[in-house]
């Protein structure tokens, strides 16, 4: 049979075969490895995963790949970021290191609010300029597909330029983006009370953002002394019923019940939990919540306190990893949270994997990527390393070697 594409000789090919739902726990462990293995690509769709000398046989590939001595990988989904922001912060990194807080930089004006007024400030082109850029970076480190919450603009104009921004460049751009409306990031100054904003939003953004069609989440950044759990609650049980899937940033400074409240929604994900107790743990467990864990953050905030994904998968849980990409977490590199989940997370490497790929996947609704099997789309990384350990061990450099993006060499070095 004539295909268009065979990736063959993988030294290690990870086809993440399994459960079509998330792995939960012990699951994440099994990353479906074939030694020498080989892919089989046809009209941008995965039509056969296996061994080399089997496909060879089967299939007479228009290009013909030899991966002798490299890992094959899905491509990586990022399935937290907040890749709509303007301007930097890299000043507040040498407040972090002088033993300044997050939260004392951001009551002083800066954090959060200095990104929203320079986001304010740029037009939506200016935007998307910055964003093209950090995609562009993005996708030669393996990512094909990520996340993408608005949160910089908080007014009506300004997150419908960012969550315009977004959903245009998952048109225009090679990598896919998935649209989240977090216009419960901050407190913007125009408004003096969070109750009266969280009407605001309810009343006048989500409506607009349901409408258009801009955002198939919503997210809420529930943490003490910014939302609280029951304007969390409200404006998430809105975008429920304007048909939007949940997410919730919360336990990540100080646990007030963010991801209790996230089961009880059965929101789809409940991210950062970095202060999450075990009963929360099992209550995420059993409603089917899976946890987005983003180490770059921590180790950011120099805090030294990174979420407890061992007891999240002895309780049950599907973990996923993120960049959380923002502009206090300066980071593109699903590689670098990799290393740091394994190093200060305690992950196993292909533990790891199954977060980066088939669970992150599943985190932001998406059901035909993240696997290597027939069926799904054909995005695939080729990593210069011989075998899966190498991913956390060799750390600070990009191990891609090609990307492909449904089917089509996308990146090579
Ligand atoms: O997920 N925690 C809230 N939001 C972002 C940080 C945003 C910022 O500092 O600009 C986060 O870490
Ligand atoms: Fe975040």
Redesign the pocket.
Known sequence: MKIDLLIKNCSELHTLKGPKRPRCGDEMKDTAMVTGGALAVDGGMMIDAGETGELEEKYDPVVSMDATGKTVIPGFVDP?T?LA?AGS?EDELVMKIEGKS?MEI?RGGG??LR?VRATRKATKGELKDAMVKRMDTMLSYGTTTAEAKS??GLDLENELKCLEAINELDREHTMDLVPTYMGA?ALPPEFKDHGEYIDYCMEEVLPVVAERKLAEYCDV?C?EG?FDPCHSRDILLKAKELGMGLKV?GD?LANIGCSRLAARLSAISA??LAKTTVDDMKAMAEAGVTGIL?PG?PFMLMQGHYPDARMMMEQGMALALAT?L????YTESMQMVITLACLQMKMHPREALTASTFNAARAVGREDIGCLEPGYKADVVILDIPNILHLPYHFGVNLVERVYKDGKLVFCR
């Open positions: 937290h907040h922001f912060r997050y951001l954090g959060i990104t949160g910089y990031h950044f943490e910014i940033h990540e991210e950062h983003l953050t959380d923002n502009p206090n977490c």
